[in-house]
């Protein structure tokens, strides 16, 4: 599956931003998503994830009660809303797909549980 994230931009500090990942090629529907990020000097961390079914979400301590993911699945598209953002959050954001394990139950937060990853899009929150 291609994964093709946009949204990303500059906000201060308390701000909102809405990253979108566009799906295409294999059945969007079959795949766990996760979003991911990679701050500049850091290790690539996990943000978010949901299942295929949508049933069953998981995030990160760090923003948790504060970003939200979601999916349309007429748009093949995986959202992360993100509120009351902080500096902390600054960094090239990256979606991916869990592809060679479709159907899977579990919402995975390693990097390495994902396969498939979309091009990033960089989120600045300045204070």
């Known amino acids: 599956v291609q994964l093709q994230a946009s949204g990303g931009g500059l906000v201060q500090a308390g701000g909102s931003l809405r990253l979108s990942c566009q799906a295409s090629?294999?059945?969007?529907?079959?795949?766990?998503m996760g979003w991911f990020r990679q701050a500049p000097g850091k290790e690539r961390e996990f943000v978010a994830g949901?299942?295929?079914?949508?049933?069953?979400?998981y995030y990160a301590d760090s923003v948790k009660g504060r970003f939200t993911i979601s999916t349309d699945n007429v748009k093949n598209t995986v959202y992360l809303q993100m509120n009351s953002l902080k500096p902390e959050d600054t960094a090239v954001y990256y979606c991916?797909?869990?592809?060679?394990?479709?159907?899977?139950?579990?919402?995975?937060?390693?990097?390495?549980?994902?396969?498939?990853w979309g091009q990033g899009t960089q989120v600045t929150v300045s204070s």
């Open positions: 991916a797909a869990d592809v060679r394990r479709p159907f899977r139950e579990v919402v995975s937060g390693r990097i390495d549980d994902y396969d498939n």
């Open positions: 090629g294999r059945t969007f529907t079959n795949y766990n």
């Open positions: 949901i299942t295929y079914s949508g049933g069953s979400r």
